[in-house]
């Protein structure tokens, strides 16, 4: 890992930002430091309320578990050091099923009956999707802790942001040289057939083809299916690298068989983490992972060198060593993405008190204080790592964690730079209307 990673140092708002920002005037120099306005001497004692569309049910249920937990404890840590601008926040969750129809009814339901002052937290690309359009149309912030291009494509609209984690693209880009460098250059992507998929079939081949490497085969393969062992033969004998990724509550079944079809004579393996979140590693039938190689996000297992705020962090979200549930050891964690949640939430305080929000009144304020930030730095508030918002596509910038499997567990072998990840914006938000 990097060094400056090992500061112990906490910055009190973990964010850089200009200094000053379009129509809010000095807003910016008003900001103070958490937990020194109290409740008692904010404009209004009103709770600011965020609407959480989690996925409770559904194949991102998983997930949405553990988007819940972070999100919880988050909101009372937040609450604890004095709230947003002296209120407490309230988070007032819907289950959007992991559907795009019913998202797109949970963003409305939010906006017309829990009167939230924003909404939150939606991770699968498909439903971001599905749900940004009524957004837009209700005008209401749309916060999104989701790995899609969806966003940082231009596709969206002004009141959807992504800032508290990292797109595909970007992370495609910043793991291509290390495949290519240390496990071959003929790959066979493995992948499931929606959005989310497709920005790693449609990234990850221009990327692998600038080290000089080439996708020589891609397998689509439907996100609820439930049985794989009919599409590895699709998979040309040539190949060096399957470059996996799935999602669902079928991944534990797909690396089984993966692994019964290839033996230990197969292809080297490299995986998204997505294929493995919420499953034990040390699961039967997972044994021919060792020496196998993962993308992570942040880390699942505590790493010997790991700073400070990434312990406060793990120990705070109720993560063991091992990134299961310090009350069950077998309820594994999604720790590659979860994080994501605690960052957003973050970056969402650290803009309405830039902001100086009071109510959906300031909407468009809080997406132009968001807009306007340029650097967060790792500390408590950002534990995954420094980070780059780029305000003209809604999109955060940060380093990603190449792992392998050695003894039944994950050690981070090799951590990028922002800049590996960093590429020229296709569009620009700001220059949208409201």
Not at 108 to 132: C, E, I, M, P, R
Not at 411 to 433: F, Q, W
Request: include cysteine.
């Amino acid at each position: 890992m990097r060094e400056d990673r090992n500061s112990n140092i906490l910055s009190s708002s973990g964010l850089t930002r200009r200094t000053a920002l379009k129509g809010l005037g000095a807003a910016a120099g008003l900001m103070a430091a958490p937990g020194f306005v109290r409740y008692a001497q904010a404009q209004s004692s009103e709770p600011i309320r965020i609407g959480f569309q989690c996925h409770r049910t559904g194949i991102g249920a998983a997930y949405g578990r553990w988007y819940e937990r972070v999100t919880t404890a988050t909101a009372k840590l937040i609450n604890d050091e004095g709230g947003i601008n002296g209120r407490p926040l309230e988070i007032v969750i819907e289950d959007d099923g992991t559907d795009p129809a019913r998202g797109s009814e949970v963003v409305q339901k939010f906006a017309n009956q829990h009167k939230v002052d924003l909404v939150y937290g939606t991770l699968f690309s498909h439903v971001v999707v599905g749900s940004a359009p009524m957004a837009g149309e209700l005008k209401i912030p749309y916060y999104v802790v989701s790995e899609g291009y969806h966003v940082a494509s231009g596709k969206m609209n002004r009141y959807c942001v992504q800032p508290g984690i990292t797109d595909v693209k970007a992370q495609v880009r910043s793991v291509a040289p290390w495949i290519a460098d240390n496990l071959g250059k003929k790959v066979t992507l493995v992948y499931p057939d929606y959005a989310f998929g497709h920005d790693h079939r449609d990234f990850f081949e221009p990327a692998i083809q600038a080290q000089g490497g080439e996708v020589i085969a891609k397998v689509p393969i439907p996100p609820t299916e439930t049985s794989f062992t009919r599409y590895f033969p699709q998979i040309p004998r040539d190949t060096d690298v399957i470059y996996h990724v799935m999602v669902g509550p079928a991944v534990l079944t797909f690396v089984k068989e993966m692994g019964e079809f290839f033996g230990s004579g197969g292809p080297q393996l490299f995986g998204f983490i997505d294929s493995l979140e919420a499953v034990d590693i040390n699961s039967p039938g997972l044994e021919f992972l060792e020496g196998s190689h993962f993308w992570e996000g942040m880390p699942r297992y505590a790493q010997p060198d790991q700073p400070d705020y990434m312990t406060f962090y793990r120990e705070t979200v109720g993560i063991d060593e091992n990134g299961a549930s310090r009350n069950d050891p077998q309820d594994v964690s999604t720790a590659a993405h979860m994080f994501g949640c605690w960052e957003t939430l973050y970056v969402i305080k650290a803009a309405m008190e830039t902001a100086d929000y009071q109510g959906p009144d300031d909407r468009t304020k809080l997406i132009e204080a968001t807009e306007a930030m340029t650097e967060m730095e790792a500390g408590r508030e950002h534990p995954q790592g420094p980070k780059v918002f780029n305000g003209k596509i809604h999109q955060v910038f940060g380093e990603q964690n190449i792992s392998q499997v050695k003894d039944g567990k994950l050690e981070v072998v090799h951590r990028t730079s922002i800049d590996d990840g960093l590429y020229e914006p296709e569009a620009d938000y700001t220059t949208m209307s409201f």
